[in-house]
Every structure is written in C-alpha cells, then in structure tokens.
T-cell receptor, first 114, second 114 residues
Framework: DAGITQSPRHKVTETGTPVTLRCHQTENHRYMYWYRQDPGHGLRLIHYSYGVKDTDKGEVSDGYSVSRSKTEDFLLTLESATSSQTSVYFC?????????????FGPGTRLTVT | GQNIDQPTEMTATEGAIVQINCTYQTSGFNGLFWYQQHAGEAPTFLSYNVLDGLEEKGRFSSFLSRSKGYSYLLLKELQMKDSASYLCAVRDGAGGTSYGKLTFGQGTILTVHP
C-alpha cells in the first residue's frame, strides 16, 4: 500500500472557523490531489499539486486553498468553514506519467461543519 | 468538460458474473480507470485502459471502446467481499499539462447476495 496518511481522520467544527487538513506521503511522489466525496456527486477534485509550490484549482475549488511547501505534505485549508463543506475529504498521490498517473488514496477525513 | 455515467446500483449472486458499464463524453481522453471502494474506506485502484480492448487481471477484467465512449468492468466468480462501490474515472486529455486530473462518475454500488 502507498504510504499516505491524512490528519485528522475526523473533525467537527463550527461554521465560520478555519480548518486545515493535512495529507502526508512517504512515497516521494510529485503529484498530489485533494477530493471531496458527497452522496450523489461522487469524487470531485478540489485542488491539485504538480510539485513543491506548484498548485492549481480543480472542479470545486471555491472556499478552499492549498499549500505545498515540501514534497511530502499537501495542506487543504477551509478559510471559513460552511455547512456545505461537510464532506469526506480524500487525498491522493501519483507517481506521474511513468505509471499512467495512477492515483492512490489516503484513508480520508470526515469533516462535519455545524 | 467530462460527463460520465454509470448505473447507480446493481445486485448479483455469489459465484455469478456481473458487468458494470460506464459511458463518457469528454472534451479530451487520456485513459480510463476503475476503482473499488468499500463502505467507509478509500478507493483502491483496479484497472487502467488507454487503448481499445480487454485487460484481464484475475477475476476482474476491464474493456474500453474509445470510438463509443464506453467501458465496462467485468467481475467473475463473485464473492461476498466484492460488495462495494465501483468508480469509473476518465483522465483529462491535455497530456502533459493535465497532470493526471481525473473526473469520476458517481459510482455503482454492487451488492452480492448469497
């Protein structure tokens, strides 16, 4: 299994508070991704990174920001959490074109915004 | 953009064969992935197709027809542990600048009965 961890695994927070989720990998993969998964919507890409300090927006990036200051860590921040951001968040990593950009997922973080 | 369709739910009997279909309409195409996701867990990689034809891997096979925008996942000798959600995902066709971005279908929940 790919070495990917996410923290925290569960979090309950109040509307309007900032929240940061962490994704940590031990595979030294260049590419990292943040998704959210909601019933009826499947997995949707929030942001992704193609290298240290190189990030870009995905399909549902509004209300989220990311940072990648080193290869192993990719942080997702909700600046001011809203109830619509209650979801399960998955991080994924990929070795890139040599491996067909296969993505391997972390265990997920269940976030509840009250 | 991408539009990916899968059946929402399917049921099958232990020991049988089941085929899960996926159709896609995309502005570009650079490969199709199938993932398995058990309830409460992370998605795990099953297969990747970029050329037309059938890829076989043990009890699981995946087929792709690029001209028809169609793929299927074939599961043989079904076991109870195969009860899970099966996700179809298409990789953007922008080559080196897509950085492996995936668009997922909503997933097909497969229930295997004894």
């Amino acid at each position: 299994d790919a070495g990917i961890t996410q923290s925290p695994r569960h979090k309950v927070t109040e509307t309007g508070t900032p929240v940061t989720l962490r994704c940590h990998q031990t595979e030294n993969h260049r590419y990292m991704y943040w998704y959210r998964q909601d019933p009826g919507h499947g997995l949707r890409l929030i942001h992704y990174s193609y290298g240290v300090k190189d990030t870009d927006k995905g399909e549902v990036s509004d209300g989220y920001s990311v940072s990648r200051s080193k290869t192993e860590d990719f942080l997702l921040t909700l600046e001011s959490a809203t109830s619509s951001q209650t979801s399960v968040y998955f991080c994924a990593i990929s070795a890139g074109p040599d491996r067909n950009y296969e993505q391997y997922f972390g265990p997920g973080t269940r976030l509840t915004v009250t | 953009g991408q539009n990916i369709d899968q059946p929402t739910e399917m049921t099958a009997t232990e020991g049988a064969i089941v085929q899960i279909n996926c159709t896609y309409q995309t502005s570009g195409f650079n490969g199709l992935f199938w993932y398995q996701q058990h309830a409460g867990e992370a998605p795990t990689f099953l297969s990747y197709n970029v050329l037309d034809g059938l890829e076989e891997k043990g009890r699981f096979s995946s087929f792709l027809s690029r001209s028809k925008g169609y793929s299927y996942l074939l599961l043989k000798e079904l076991q109870m542990k195969d009860s899970a959600s099966y996700l179809c995902a298409v990789r953007d066709g922008a080559g080196g600048t897509s950085y492996g971005k995936l668009t997922f279908g909503q997933g097909t929940i497969l229930t295997v009965h004894p």
